[in-house]
């Protein structure tokens, strides 16, 4: 018996069309646009997240207004902290001189780098304030690092920090041991600490060890910075500024130790004549710190 | 744009006009959009076949917390959430490892760890980020296909597009990202792609004072990152979830996880 219609085989089709037609529509109604492009994706999210602003400055911006202070700033110590490290921000501040950086002197800051903590690398200068003010004679606890350090020249190098003299890192044998090995020194457990300047210096250490300055470190004025694995730089710092740094007179200071002096009247007051205008600290205080090489009559082993 | 004549829509409209019925699908349809949209004009013209990784020197790390606080400033992070941290480690003589961030939202360390210093036979600091995975657990797993990598090789996350589930969080085996409690979407190191694609380093490599943070194209064969890598010897973290981080750590300590 054959049926009258079809009609009722068309049912299925149409709810098959619906379905496939809300299916899609779904999909093109959720998925967004550019999606699937590059991958499973929006790839226009790509360059919206390009197209951010940035609040950090390039690095070099600074120095095109300011190279009076980068000039400063790229011989001494904080050579390597970029500004914005310190003055935050200054993407802002390049666009319109109307806003203005900060320009951080509280202590807490300088310590944010310089508190004395175990887990910071050894060779990294750091400090604690208590034991760093008793050495230099600092009284008052308040006294701000900025009072005798200038952040962008804080050890006041009287050379500039990149001709520094490369010295060696001391990590092979023969570095030291130049032919047959001392037999004290055979087993490596009964070997010194690597390192020390008096294993090369030992003339020098030992004259330094009969002077006033004998409790400061080698390092304090040989300002040593690790460059490499095999190499650090090494500066003889002996700008007077650099000396005024423990010596300079002030209300903070304690009037004991270290002796404190007035500068520059102090240099006026024993001043023969014109030619002693530019005189450091060390051409006549040489014999407080230590004799120099020639007048110990050694020659520069390396 | 091929795409820019089509009407706009959110989900929720478009939801809404899914309940009038099929007829939306009009509306929809259109050429096949072109592949590759051009966007804002690139510092970088190459952009596209970097491949953007990242290698950290714990030795030189001072944890001065400047990064954190770069980070902070760079990307708008809220107070409380890290899209890169700096964590301390101290190695006690009976083999326990305390680890410890800084407090505080200026993340700096003004004390050590209470222990007496005869018990520590080490301690150190390591920065940590986004690893920017090859194979990112975080991109696979995110239902709707809002966080993916980049053509240059960085890991992101599409905040217009993100739901807000936190499966991703959850799958980060490196602890990275976090829900940002004022857009609800998920967060996390984007290397400052908007920074890196106009030619500048992200916030945190520029902040660091010691050069601690590295940061360069791995496929450039004589680029500073590829150079180092092969002089130095590194190791990756967790390389056992098989995610290929892409950022190297140089002489990593073997209590760091």
């Known amino acids: 018996m054959k049926p009258t219609s079809y009609r009722h085989a068309l049912l299925p089709f149409a709810l098959l069309a619906l379905g496939l037609a809300t299916a899609f529509g779904v999909r093109a109604a959720l998925v967004p646009d550019t999606f699937g492009d590059r991958g499973w994706y929006r790839a226009a999210a790509v360059d919206d997240q390009?197209?951010?602003?940035?609040?950090?400055?390039?690095?070099?911006?600074?120095?095109?207004c300011h190279d009076d202070k980068a000039a400063l700033h790229a011989k001494d110590a904080h050579e390597r902290v970029p500004c914005q490290t310190c003055h935050g921000p200054g993407a802002e501040h390049v666009a319109t001189n109307e806003v203005k950086l900060p320009k951080p002197a509280a202590a807490s800051d300088c310590l944010a780098c310089h508190q004395r903590l175990l887990a910071r690398p050894g060779p990294f200068p750091q400090i604690d304030r208590r034991d760093h003010f008793k050495l230099v004679g600092v009284k008052d606890e308040s006294t701000p690092c900025t009072t005798c350090h200038d952040p962008h020249e804080p050890l006041f190098l009287d050379r500039d920090r990149r001709q520094a003299r490369l010295h060696p890192l001391i990590q092979r044998c023969r570095d030291c041991h130049l032919g047959r090995t001392d037999e004290t020194l055979v087993k490596p457990a009964d070997h010194p600490a690597i390192f020390e300047c008096q294993y090369c210096h030992g003339e020098i250490v030992a004259d330094f060890k009969q002077r006033p300055h004998q409790r400061v470190?080698?390092?304090?004025?040989?300002?040593?910075?690790?460059?490499?694995?095999?190499a650090g730089r090494i500066v003889r710092d002996a700008d007077p500024r650099f000396c005024l740094l423990c010596h300079r007179a002030g209300a903070f200071r304690s009037v004991d130790a270290p002796p404190s002096i007035e500068w520059p009247s102090h240099r006026d007051d024993v001043s023969t004549g014109p030619q002693d205008a530019n005189k450091r600290c060390v051409d006549c205080h040489q014999d407080r710190i230590h004799l120099r090489r020639a007048d110990l009559g050694a020659a520069h082993g390396g | 744009m091929a795409g820019d004549h089509h009407t706009k829509l959110s989900r929720r409209e478009a939801l809404a006009l899914l309940a009038a019925g099929p007829g939306l699908l009009l509306l929809r349809s259109g050429p096949l959009r072109a592949a590759g949209a051009s966007g804002p004009a690139d510092a970088d013209p190459d952009w596209?076949?970097?491949?953007?990784?990242?290698?950290?020197?714990?030795?030189?790390c001072i944890g001065c917390g400047a990064c954190v606080r770069a980070c902070r400033a760079e990307n708008h992070v809220p107070v409380g959430r890290f899209r890169t941290w700096v964590?301390?480690?101290?190695?006690?003589r009976s083999g326990e490892v305390h680890v410890d961030v800084a407090p505080?939202?200026?993340?700096?360390?003004?004390?050590?760890?209470?222990?007496?210093?005869?018990?520590?036979?080490?301690?150190?600091?390591?920065?940590?980020?986004?690893?920017?995975?090859e194979r990112s657990v975080c991109s696979q797993v995110c239902p709707v296909g809002a966080t993916y990598t980049s053509p240059d090789g960085v890991v992101l996350v599409d905040s217009k597009h993100c739901i807000g589930c936190g499966y991703c969080v959850q799958a980060c085996?490196?602890?990275?990202?976090?829900?940002?409690?004022?857009t609800h979407v998920a967060d996390k190191c984007t290397l400052c792609y908007h920074r890196i694609r106009h030619g500048l380093q992200p916030a945190c490599v520029q902040a660091c004072p010691t050069g601690a943070r590295l940061f360069g194209d791995l496929n450039d064969p004589h680029g500073m990152l590829t150079t180092v890598l092969s002089q130095r010897r590194y190791r990756v973290l967790k390389p056992e979830m098989g995610t290929h981080p892409k950022c190297f750590y140089l002489g990593l300590d073997r209590e760091v996880v």
């Open chain 1, 50 to 64: 390009a197209a951010l602003a940035a609040s950090y400055a390039p690095p070099t911006a600074c120095a095109e």
């Open chain 1, 217 to 230: 470190p080698c390092t304090t004025c040989h300002l040593f910075t690790k460059e490499s694995d095999f």
């Open chain 2, 48 to 60: 596209s076949s970097r491949n953007w990784g990242y290698a950290i020197d714990p030795a030189k």
């Open chain 2, 87 to 92: 964590e301390r480690y101290h190695v006690l």
């Open chain 2, 104 to 133: 505080g939202p200026n993340h700096v360390f003004t004390a050590d760890v209470g222990v007496p210093r005869e018990e520590i036979v080490k301690a150190f600091f390591v920065p940590k980020l986004c690893n920017h995975c």
């Open chain 2, 173 to 182: 085996p490196y602890g990275t990202r976090f829900i940002n409690p004022e």
